[in-house]
């Protein structure tokens, strides 16, 4: 399976209690932050081999010179000498001029809309150093309102919907060209696929009729038959049926979820992983109370308890929605809920997920088989049907070859739950009702609206969002996740051009440079660590704007082609999608890893790494204003895209990240020593960031400790890979102030930084992201991050131990 870290535009923001006591440690290491520059001195340099003028050799050679040689030497030097000053007064002046231009101000129309949209969000009535986050974003929150249809709003969101409105633009207005028509063209693809989708009217019309034809197409089962199965016999067939599939055909795997990615120890090539069962709500956390984690946290069991009740609720009205009556419906979900609390319990917690090498186990298919003989599940034959859709590559498994596995006592336990449900009459049911009502929450969203509306009020809980995103928005999105590169076509031909993607990789290859350079300040790690880092660092690739091929007619073509969408049959077009995607995941296997893919599609605000790639990926959508432009001050666009690429680099080594090597292989690199002190290090930020909390409830440091390396290392390379930038061209056009602002351009970069942050978000948002998002929420992200830069207290001159400037920081990379 492909890990993969993104910098994410899920923010969030809200009340942060401070600890009324800050962590305590001492900044060790200050001197590897400052660059200043090796004056050499002149006298002193060499000292030894300089040799002192002697008078006498110069009277004895003029003394030898006829007198009008002498004349002609003496008006040479003369004239040398007039040269020399003419040069200097002329240097003197350009250096004057550069301290002038420094101090103008950039008046294009960019600098004029980016300055104006930093200006209105600051309230300057606060102290920097004491809450820099209220300093920048204090009237951004007070101006904005989290818009309909969403559970938080953000600069970066602000950007998200630009962008979904651009492209809704353009496939409102792609002409249907008999072109089009006659070749298939991945546009226009895109285009039938987003008007199936807007076409409520036969969506509504065809009410749930699309999913009974599905269950009939593919299982021989009717609505009817699953509302009054026989609960009291035993269901093996009809699991084993489901089983197959839905994961061979669509990829829905609700307990054995078999997915295709590369070997984190050998990672060019795709191998079969088993991962942990779906749950119906996200994570495993919602069904446990603290106390089975030996803690005590009545107020988020409290919370939970009322996302499970609200689950329930829904859940019911959906299944009474396609015919089951009031009772059997609630009973039939509160088992449903019983039987994913089991499956919760021997899940894995988030803090383990995120450790690479304690959730790599290999487990040969005869173990596998072992674990299913009594599901009646045929394990060699499920899985080599599964693969053999390639008659030139033919697949045969046996018992000796392997899966990949998180863990081999998880999926002994998760076969023991089964094992329990299925084979027992009066529970066997509860399993096929289970993986029937995942499907149709899986499918819902291409059916009648009336199934968003019944799932509405568990949103509302979940994020706290006021009502339904509005329909085009949501259509926009779904079509990006279905076409993503026909669309990023249109989109980068509208806003990405070739200037901007080299000013990306130039910026990109300036903060590799300072992550190199930094490595050499570094004391706490070894020489041999250290050359390891750098092999990493020099290895690892980058990504920027989209895919090449997408400017390639027939290789974009060739991705979508077989599947052509019909305007009114959404329901269908998202299940050819599914089957498509399936196809080319399955394609995937025993093959080479192919590199040139993407995770992430170009319209996408967001930006990632990935450690069995060992790659950084940063998609045109992220690589507009107010994170990048071409046109406005450099400073700007190091403090925002800037700490984001520096977030990206610093993830091939942070907790995760520093177990995969150079060619993205999990392989340990590191002596003992360095290890150890890595972990030391570590240690200082999960403490940090355990001491914030949110709307009452403590962050959990150790969770978000990958982000919060990434952050701080991000905003620390970035603001070194600046003031080396500015060594090297000062008199660059991008040193211009911006109008309305009385800031500097170092000012300026922590600004951006912090401006491309402020965020607000819901109540029960904060909550969802607490239990569910690895990031510092968007708040702490700011606090956190300059609350440890020694070069943001300079910048702004704060007094020792002021709130933004504490006396204990913590420093990685
Ligand atoms: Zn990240």
Redesign the pocket.
């Known amino acids: 399976m492909s890990r993969y870290?993104?910098?994410?535009d899920e923010l969030s923001t809200a009340d942060v209690h401070e600890a009324a006591v800050l962590p305590e440690l001492d900044v060790d290491e200050p001197n590897q932050l400052e660059f200043k520059p090796q004056l050499r001195n002149y006298e002193s340099n060499g000292a030894s081999s300089t040799k002192k003028f002697n008078m006498n050799y110069l009277k004895i050679y003029l003394l030898r010179r006829s007198r009008l040689e002498r004349f002609l030497m003496i008006t040479t030097i003369l004239l040398l000498f007039i040269l020399f000053v003419s040069f200097l007064s002329v240097y003197n002046r350009q250096q004057e001029k550069k301290a002038e231009r420094s101090e103008q101000i950039c008046l294009t129309p960019a600098c004029i809309q980016v300055s104006s949209a930093i200006y209105s969000g600051m309230n300057e009535s606060v102290e920097p150093c004491d809450d820099f986050h209220e300093f920048v974003c204090g009237q951004w929150i007070k101006k904005n309102i989290i818009p309909k249809g969403h559970s938080s709003w953000s600069t970066t969101k602000e950007l998200s919907r630009k962008n979904l409105i651009l492209l809704k633009g353009i496939l409102e207005q792609q002409v249907t060209s008999d072109e089009a028509q006659r070749d298939f063209s991945a546009e226009y693809e895109a285009v039938k696929f987003y008007r199936s989708c807007m076409n409520v009217n036969d969506i509504e019309q065809q009410g749930v009729q699309p999913l009974e034809k599905f269950l009939q197409e593919n299982f021989n089962f009717t609505l009817n038959q699953w509302i009054h199965i026989d609960q009291n016999r035993t269901w093996e067939e009809q699991f084993a049926l489901l089983t197959k599939i839905l994961l061979s055909k669509y990829g829905f795997s609700y307990f054995l979820t078999i997915a295709i990615g590369p070997d984190d120890k050998n990672s060019s090539w795709n191998v079969l992983h088993v991962n942990q069962p779906q749950l119906g709500l996200d994570s495993r956390d919602y069904y446990i109370n603290s106390s089975t984690n030996n803690r005590s946290d009545p107020e988020t069991d409290a919370r939970n308890k009322i996302i499970r009740d609200t689950y329930i609720k829904v859940a019911a009205d959906v299944l009474q929605y396609i015919g089951f009556d009031k009772n059997q419906s609630e009973k039939r979900i509160n088992n449903i809920v019983a039987f994913e609390t089991e499956l919760a319990i021997v899940s894995l917690p988030m803090e383990v997920l995120q450790k690479p090498n304690e959730t790599y186990f290999l487990m040969s298919l005869k173990q596998l088989q072992d674990l299913y003989q009594p599901l009646r599940v045929d394990i060699y034959s499920l899985l080599n049907d599964m693969l053999n859709i390639n008659a030139s590559n033919p697949i045969k498994l046996d018992e000796n070859d392997q899966v990949i596995v998180l863990s081999i006592d998880l999926m002994l336990k998760v076969s023991k739950i089964l094992q329990a449900y299925l084979l027992n009459p009066q529970k066997s049911h509860i399993v096929i009702d289970h993986i029937l009502f995942s499907l149709i929450f899986d499918l819902s969203s291409h059916l009648s609206t009336t199934f968003e509306q019944l799932s509405f009020p568990l949103l509302k809980e979940l994020y706290g969002m006021e009502s339904l995103p509005e329909r085009w928005e949501h259509c926009i999105k779904e079509t990006d996740g279905a076409f993503g590169y026909g669309l990023g076509a249109l989109y980068t031909k509208a806003v990405f051009g070739e200037k901007d993607r080299q000013q990306a990789y130039e910026l990109i290859s300036n903060i590799r440079e300072m992550f190199d350079k930094n490595l050499d300040q570094m004391v706490w790690i070894d020489e041999q660590s250290k050359s390891e880092a750098k092999k990493k660092l020099k290895k690892m690739t980058e990504k920027v704007g989209y895919p090449d091929f997408i400017n390639n007619r027939t290789k974009l073509n060739e991705r979508y082609i077989g599947h052509s969408m019909i305007e009114n049959e959404y329901f269908n077009n998202g299940i050819k999608v599914l089957q498509r995607e399936r196809r080319r995941s399955i394609l995937k296997f025993r093959q080479k890893v192919d590199l040139t893919d993407w995770s992430m599609t170009p319209r996408t605000v967001n930006a990632?790494?990935t450690s069995s790639a060992n790659e950084i990926v940063f998609p045109a959508g992220i690589l507009q204003p107010p994170f990048f432009h071409k046109d406005i001050p450099i400073s700007l666009n190091y403090g925002a895209i800037g700490t984001v690429i520096g977030?990206?680099i610093t993830?091939g080594f942070d907790d995760q990240g520093r177990e995969y090597d150079a060619d993205g292989n999990m392989r340990s690199w590191w002596t003992k020593l360095a290890l150890d002190n890595f972990e030391e290090r570590t240690k200082c930020f999960v403490e940090q960031y355990s001491d914030y909390a949110l709307d009452g409830q403590a962050e959990n440091g150790q969770r978000t400790l990958?982000?919060n390396i990434?952050?701080n290392g991000g905003l620390k390379l970035s603001y070194l890979a600046y003031q080396k930038h500015k060594q090297r061209r000062l008199n660059n056009a991008n040193d211009l102030r911006l109008p309305g602002l009385s800031y500097n351009n170092d000012q300026l970069f922590f600004i951006a930084f912090a401006h491309s942050w402020c965020s607000l978000e819901t109540r029960n948002a904060i909550h969802y992201d607490l239990i569910n998002d690895?990031?510092s929420p968007a708040r702490i992200r700011i606090i956190g991050t300059i609350s440890n830069s020694v070069e943001f207290a300079q910048t702004f001159s704060c007094q020792p131990k002021s709130r933004m400037n504490p006396s204990k920081k913590c420093h990685l990379w």
């Open positions: 870290k993104h910098f994410d990632y790494y977030h990206e993830h990958s982000e990434a952050d690895p990031h």
